[in-house]
């Protein structure tokens, strides 16, 4: 049977450096009533779905991102001319509660093909188009999970492997033995948010309470890219 991993909690007063561990678990800055708003607006967008990722089409949300944009804990970690590109709803609830294995984020969305060796996995979803462009742009990504929600430590949180993210790309056998021997689960409070590398390792387990539990997946990156790939308007 597979070995269980040693999980740990990390909450807000548990100091981390994203350059260090790829992950940093950032104190409430939204008040409860913003919360809500903004989980309605998701679910009312999303059409009940989870998983949208065209949510920055939604002005509080887009303004939201410019809000998080500017927090005085992300300054420095972000390209000067970084902008928020992506935002997905993830929303565990009664009737749909489910687990991630782990993995990284490997790929973005962009607006169209581009003939480079160095860029693959293409695919479409939600009718935009990614692909896994190189390490060298996952570097300068960085991605907020905005907790909209209390009882963060039994809705199935983020669990991270930390330092992952300084081994670069990994084939999914090394993912698989790297979270097997240690994880961190990330417990923000409310209105707070987990900061986080793509490249770190991480994964959700289902939620052991019925209460809901739903997050806003922001990623944020250089307004300009290499390689001729441009941003797909998401926005």
Not at 26 to 33: G, Q
Not at 112 to 120: D, G, I, K, Q, R
Not at 152 to 172: F, I, M, Q
Request: with cysteine; aromatic share 4%.
């Amino acid at each position: 049977m597979p070995r269980e991993p040693e999980l740990r909690t990390a909450h807000p007063a548990v100091f981390t450096t994203l350059d260090m561990d790829g992950y940093r678990v950032l104190p409430a800055f939204l008040r409860p009533d913003e919360c809500e708003r903004l989980a309605s607006i998701a679910a009312g967008f999303a059409n009940g779905r989870a998983g949208s990722r065209q949510l920055l089409r939604h002005a509080a949300i887009s303004e939201t991102a410019a809000r998080i944009r500017a927090l005085p804990q992300l300054a420095g970690l972000l390209p000067d001319d970084a902008i928020a590109v992506q935002c997905t709803l993830f929303a565990k609830t009664r009737d749909s509660n489910w687990s991630v294995t782990p993995h990284q984020d490997l790929g973005i969305p962009v607006d169209a093909y581009v003939e480079s060796p160095e860029c693959t996995g293409w695919s479409r979803k939600d009718s935009a188009l990614f692909v896994q462009p190189p390490d060298s742009i996952l570097d300068t990504l960085l991605a907020i999970r905005l907790q909209l929600d209390d009882h963060a430590a039994d809705t199935g949180p983020l669990e991270v492997v930390p330092e992952s993210h300084r081994l670069g790309r990994l084939k999914s056998a090394d993912v698989a033995e790297r979270a097997s021997n240690r994880r961190i689960a990330c417990i923000p409070q409310r209105g707070g948010a987990v900061a986080l590398r793509p490249l770190t390792i991480h994964a959700s387990s289902k939620a052991t309470s019925p209460l809901p539990r739903r997050v806003l997946h922001i990623l944020f990156g250089p307004r300009d890219l290499p390689l001729g790939l441009r941003w797909a308007a998401m926005a």
